[in-house]
Every structure is written in structure tokens, then in C-alpha cells.
């Protein structure tokens, strides 16, 4: 009986565990995509320079690829058994 109760537990705790490592990179991506609406946002300037504009376009395209790569870890752990 205490191996069943003991595996029940180890499921919850590793569904508990994966539900916070999926929470917390929901949380950098907030954070990532709130980082890339302030760089659009000073795009927006009127007397932005274009060695300016380049900078920040640059800017967005590391951010979108962080994006990318953390969205599909979120993929894959949803993906994966368990």
C-alpha cells in the first residue's frame, strides 16, 4: 500500500513541478514581451535617428528569438509524458 500512496505522491509532485516550471517561463515571456513593447514604443519617436531605429529593430529581433526559443520549451515540456 505505501509504494501506491508513495507513487500517487511522486505523480503530483512531478505534475506540480511541471506545472511551475511552465508557469515561470510564461512569466519571462511576459516579461521579454513587455521589454519589447517599450523598445517599439521609443521606435516611435519622431526624432529617432536611423543608427537609433536600426539599434532598437535589432533589439526586438533578439527578443522575438528569445521568445521563440522559450515558447517552444513550453512546447516540448507540455509534449513530453508525464
Known sequence: MFGASH???SSD???NE????IRRLFSLLTARCEDAA???VRGQARDI???SAR???HRLHSIGQEISTVADAIA???ESPG
Not at 511541471?18 to 516550471?21: L, P, S
Open 18 to 21: 511541471r506545472h511551475e516550471r
Open 49 to 51: 535617428s536611423p543608427e
Open 13 to 15: 509532485s512531478e505534475t
Open 76 to 78: 516540448a515540456i507540455l
Open 55 to 57: 539599434d532598437l529593430a
Open 7 to 9: 507513487a500517487m505522491y
Open 38 to 40: 517599450e523598445i517599439a
